[in-house]
């Protein structure tokens, strides 16, 4: 590089004014090592990465032992209460005075209703 002219000062036509600077974009050197780098084309790599969902459980008693609450109040409130700590650890937003009711409301429909003795 220390030797190479047009590595310090530029091709030729730089030195001229902006006028004098040719229009067509051909590039006119026969050096082999600058049509090389002309020419060099990058190798694309491409990575995918597919993951499976796994199908919900909608019986709860696999996931929680029902028979450790009094009553179907504290499961449902409890069982909200890890739903939003779940969502709050895969950042999803949800607002703090959301009402508790509507996520019981969910739990619900999964709940499998012979898994608890107890009422409220």
Do not use: M
């Not at 002219?5 to 229009?23: C, D, I, M, S």
């Amino acid at each position: 590089l220390k030797s190479n002219e047009a590595w310090w000062k530029g091709t030729e036509f730089l030195q001229r004014p902006e006028e004098e600077w040719p229009n067509d974009l051909v590039c006119e050197s026969t050096d082999p090592i600058a049509i090389a780098e002309v020419t060099k084309h990058k190798t694309a790599v491409i990575h995918s990465l597919a993951n499976q969902a796994k199908p919900l459980n909608s019986d709860i008693s696999t996931v929680i032992d029902c028979q450790r609450f009094s009553t179907k109040k504290r499961l449902l409130r409890t069982t909200a209460y890890v739903l939003r700590f779940v969502k709050f650890l895969r950042k999803v937003k949800i607002q703090r005075e959301e009402v508790i009711e509507r996520e019981n409301a969910e739990t619900v429909k999964g709940l499998d209703r012979p898994n608890y003795q107890h009422s409220n």
